[in-house]
């Protein structure tokens, strides 16, 4: 039986984690992710592997929660050298950079949004590989 192997990204006021070897997992192992997940009102994509929860946290503490959950894991981390500046200039995030976006939202302008900041979404997403 694998265990999951996870890549944790820190975003300012978020973070996202890349369950790697997703394919290989079991369901009860799966289960046990989303369920994480769930009980920090986070948002588990299944097309992307990866999940995300809007909460700042550092990684050693992510590792702590990983541990104290039961999930059996390995976690890595993600730095992230370089992000847009571009501000959103509408909704729910306006004012804040693309870079502070969940990606779960980003994900979600992706299929949704048709306006002038399209390049810069596609941009942003092209950058957090999701």
Known sequence: MSIAELTFTRYPNSFT???????LLSVTQIQELQEFVDDRNGVFDFNTY????QKRIEFNDFVS????SGVKATCK???LKVQQKAQVGFGKYKGMFYSDLPDAYLLWLK???RGKDRDIIDAELNFRTI
């Open 50 to 53: 990866s999940f995300s929860i």
């Open 17 to 23: 984690v890349c369950v790697d070897n997703l394919e």
């Open 65 to 68: 929660l990983i541990n104290a």
């Open 111 to 113: 299929g949704n949004y």
């Open 77 to 79: 981390e993600k730095i």
